[in-house]
């Protein structure tokens, strides 16, 4: 090894340097608002002058904090299983099938992901004012579904490029028919891609907030919409609550999604 | 039944100009170990695909038992099947693997546990049914996916190049387990490899694939010692290749004359020998003699390189012509002491020995 | 091919499907955008009764746009510098130093491109405020920054890890020192990593919203953040007209890095 | 100059308690072709980056005309490498990387330019000048790769397994190649490879390593015909191993009773052959004869497998000890005729081209 860590110490320092940063401008102020969310004061004051689990009571005791949270976890849902399904049967095509255009396709479903997010909202915005989804459930699902599709057609297509297609052929020469040896074979194999792209796909969905403001109705509201509005009348103590909630909830379904990726690859 | 067991009839495989497979006809008898040689590119393989169902034929046909296999789509014709690359299905156990044809065709439990554990002993893997596929060495895999293969009987197992992801010492090992397979079950075996000592150890008969078509079918010993083209001649063993002319031809030997003149009599040719025609002679370097004195009947050359190869010293020497000629002296001849590139040395040869191709 | 596009009608049919469903959804709104912004309605009629170019010349008429785009390019710009070189001294460490911690330090590093957006621009707002970075530009750069450099770090990563340590050593063996090996091997070889970071950084600053919109004074107001607060007023063309000009500069910058990129790898 | 040109002196390294590589001492002289022969995890690459100064020696020196080359960093020793993987710069064309070595010491551009189309014709590469490393095949890296290496005239080139990623045809004919230079420039090369036929092909003298440690060095003839231990002789060359016992003892021979009271007189030995102690007792395939019919002062044994491979016929016989037995006969050999598993067989051997290892 030329580049032998502890041997070189300015790279060690640049490193520190790094971590320190990100550290600072992204941990601190997670852990910051987390504390927050303990303190008994109502004008967030740092560092708190109590502790307290109020906060957190008025959040649970308020019906439409749960109501935007029953929301958010029914769009995500729906977008989850849409997701990995249209995805899988997009990244088979993809790359599989052998057709012109092919190239163009996959970059029109990966587009969603490097536009920039407040023009897609605007635009679907008038779009569905015009068609008539907007402040809809079914408008909601579709608008993140384009959001997330990208996440899942990726983490699909690069497991089936892992995926020897020999494997596919020695199951079928075994005596299964070919829908048979992709429904015991194939997805069983890419099982670890399917998982990612749910995942992806839910969090997508359930972080996603600029969209989701333009698409939001007085009642239907995800979680994020619902921080993000009540944050433009006030900065309460129950918003640091509801943040501390989702960041505990995004960062355990990604553990648990680490976990159960690793016992699928065994 | 008096038609053979496996009959490839006239099978032709294009993609738009390009014609992979040229009219492959050949037929293989029940239990028979064949082998289909040839370099990369040159048909055998698709062949093989073709016979499993994975590709389609352009024109000609596929019989077994007499009945036409076309018909049978790929997971219908109950042929097994050993891939190059590795294709346990890897979230299965090792066992789970090797029950999977039998599980696929619905057979009872006992039956399905009992041929698990018979095919796996047959490849020397007892023990093994609960390892998973990741957790174990190609050659290991290999033997698993030849189990797999043969666990629901199928009176033909295709291979295709199985061993060629392995290193030399686990090929030769394994090589041999499947020949003693082969005795074992007495399946018919069609076999593809790139590697003609592979080939030599392993079969009863070779086809030789050439450029889409087969050039030559026979037992090791014939093609070495009666290769019909000179393709064969140097896909099969060394050879050394010099060039000459006919001086007079018939009863399918000719004399040659070479390029400075020395004449070769009564060589046997193949092709179309009529005197005049310009022809390469082909000699096997262990065939040759070579003397550090000057000979009646021989050829003179200069030695070029000496490397001595364990059990035998490779000679490379140059004829006046400028022609190269490999020659091959056992460990230990006496005329390779001493021998250093620059002598001059003389190369004797049995004509009958030799081969003349056109 | 035992999936032939061309025989298996099905396949085809949930192809077109998604096809149809992405292009409805994504590329639809943004061409009915696009629309608008050409059309003469003020009040967004589509088909729009005539066109005109009228709201280009009002978005380049109003000092208030052209300033934001220019503080979009310098946050942007500042934040792209920054994220490559940050990027490319983490990604030696986190490549090819053997350290404890390493693992725990990708994913800190990583981190950003999950948490939810609402959160981490609540999170910063509040610390931003508390330690005087609020509005400030050093505070907009180090926002985006955090949120751009996981980017970096996969691309800087990747192209690292395809390249093979072997090729440096073989310079240094030329007769180079250690950094003129770095300098005149590695970076030209990795030149493609390099180059996808500063574009994905950029895109990720410019087209940023959530934590723009935390971040922003009425003096320092990114692109987006400008289209958001103009909506807020006034759903007017001119929006319209913006969101077309930001899509076809990303999409151009996306176009233009993809042929660098096939430049660079010849 | 007295001493040898570069002398390994005692390198040892250690990983924790792992000893890579144990104590290894060789002198090489100026010009000289040794290869570094021995199976992977041996130490043989390990010395070979010491040598580059790419991994520093736990203890040991490394001394080149008689001064040490430790206190010099890797880009200052003007050591030549080729690498087992290519290591073209990816964005340089094959001339600029020839260049990169003369660039790096600021020749003046007319030496660079001559220098580089010189290297290039050394390697048979004119005209590649501005191709792509990417454009062109693992054989042509490899030869850029080595015409770089030789570009600054370095005194000595390490070879790490330069061939390894290559297929057969093609290594040989770079091995050509790689001689040819080697004799064309004189430069001293020193080549690790696992592949015993390449190091006989190549080397002026091998280095056998095994377990860190050199076992045996000399030139491949000395090796095959007078292995020291068994691994060299396992190592270079087929070989053939009886267990058999020291009955007598003395001046380096012995006579040896084999499992069923065969006795074998005058065999050279290696080690501590006092009477009483087990040895194995080594022969060479091809130093075998067989025989159809019962001779005196020869093994009974039984066929057990035949394989035609071209120029010889490889025999597994079974001793009455169930001991395996391999014979190679030439192509052509009476005795191999009709020769098939479970004929009855005399094996004959001379006992002076026998060694036991104890």
Redesign the interface.
């Given at each position: 090894m030329l580049l032998d860590f502890d041997r070189l110490g300015w790279w060690k320092w640049m490193l520190v340097s790094i971590t320190a940063l990100v550290t600072l401008f992204l941990l601190l102020p997670i852990i910051f608002i987390a504390a927050l969310s303990f303190g008994s004061s109502q004008w967030l004051i740092f560092p708190p002058p109590g502790w307290t689990l109020r906060w957190y009571e008025d959040l649970f005791a308020d019906p439409r904090w749960l109501q935007s949270a029953w929301v958010s976890a029914k769009v995500a849902g729906a977008v989850t299983i849409l997701s990995v399904v249209l995805g899988l049967l997009a990244s088979l095509s993809l790359t599989r099938g052998r057709f012109r255009g092919r190239e163009a396709l996959r970059a029109l479903f990966i587009t969603p992901m490097i536009l920039p997010v407040v023009v897609l909202a605007v635009a679907l915005y008038a779009f569905f004012l015009r068609i008539g989804l907007s402040g809809t459930f079914v408008g909601f699902v579709l608008a993140h579904l384009v959001l997330a599709l990208p996440f899942s057609i990726i983490s699909i297509s690069n497991a089936l490029e892992g995926f020897d297609k020999s494997i596919e052929d020695a199951a079928i020469l075994c005596g299964a028919s070919p829908w048979e040896a992709r429904l015991r074979v194939t997805l069983p194999a890419i099982s670890h891609g399917l998982f990612a792209a749910a995942v992806f796909s839910f969090l997508v969905s359930w972080d996603e907030v600029v969209v989701a403001i333009f698409m939001a109705s007085p009642t239907l509201q995800t979680l994020p919409v619902k921080i993000w509005t009540t944050l433009r009348q006030d900065l309460t103590p129950v918003i640091a609550a509801a943040s501390t909630l989702l960041v505990l909830l995004t960062v355990g379904l990604m553990l648990l999604s680490l976990l159960v990726r690793k016992a699928l690859k065994r | 039944m008096t038609a053979p067991f496996l009959q490839i009839r006239n099978i032709r495989k294009q993609y738009g100009d390009v014609v992979a497979v040229r009219d492959v006809e050949l037929d293989i008898a029940k239990g028979e170990f064949m082998t289909f040689l040839g370099p990369s590119g040159s048909g055998k393989s698709t062949t093989l695909y073709i016979l499993?169902?994975?590709q389609e034929p352009t024109s000609g046909d596929i019989l077994l038992e007499g009945r036409t296999l076309l018909d049978t789509?790929?997971?219908?014709?109950?042929?097994?099947?050993v891939?190059?690359?590795?294709?346990?299905?890897?979230?299965?156990s090792v066992g789970e693997n090797v029950a999977?044809?039998l599980r696929?065709?619905r057979k009872p439990k006992a039956e399905i546990d009992a041929t698990v554990s018979r095919a796996l002993k047959l490849v020397r893997l007892e023990g093994f049914a609960d390892r998973?596929p990741?957790k174990m060495s190609g050659g290991q895999q290999q033997r698993v996916?030849l189990a797999?293969?043969l666990a629901?009987d199928p009176p033909v197992l295709l291979m295709d190049e199985p061993l060629s992801a392995l290193d030399k010492k686990l090929r030769e090992e394994i090589q041999f387990e499947i020949?003693r397979i082969h005795q074992e079950t007495g399946v018919t075996i069609l076999y593809v490899t790139h590697d003609?000592?592979e080939a030599?150890?392993l079969s009863d008969r070779i086809a030789v694939f050439s450029q889409g078509e087969i050039d030559q079918v026979g037992?090791?010993?014939e093609l070495?010692a009666e290769p019909r083209t000179r393709f064969v001649a140097e896909f099969?063993?060394?050879s050394d290749f010099l060039k000459g002319r006919v001086e007079r031809a018939g009863d399918g030997r000719a004399d040659i004359r070479l390029g400075n003149g020395f004449m070769v009599s009564a060589v046997p040719t193949h092709g179309d020998a009529g005197p005049g025609r310009d022809v390469a002679l082909m000699l096997?370097?262990?065939?040759i003699s070579l003397f550090r004195a000057e000979k009646p009947r021989s050829l003179a050359a200069t030695v070029r390189?000496v490397?001595?190869?364990?059990?035998?010293t490779h000679v490379q020497a140059e004829t006046e012509t400028r022609e190269q000629v490999a020659i091959?002296l056992?460990?230990?001849h006496e005329s390779a002491a001493g021998l250093q590139s620059g002598n001059a040395v003389w190369l004797g040869f049995d004509p009958s020995s030799a081969r003349a191709f056109c």
């Open positions: - | 499993a169902g994975l789509p790929s997971h219908k014709r109950n042929i097994g099947m891939f190059q690359r590795y294709t346990l299905f890897p979230h299965l999977f044809p696929v065709r998973m990741a996916a797999r293969a629901y020949k003609q000592e030599l150890r037992t090791g010993t070495y099969i063993g060394d096997r370097p262990e065939r390189d490397t001595f190869l364990g059990n035998n091959r056992p460990f230990g």
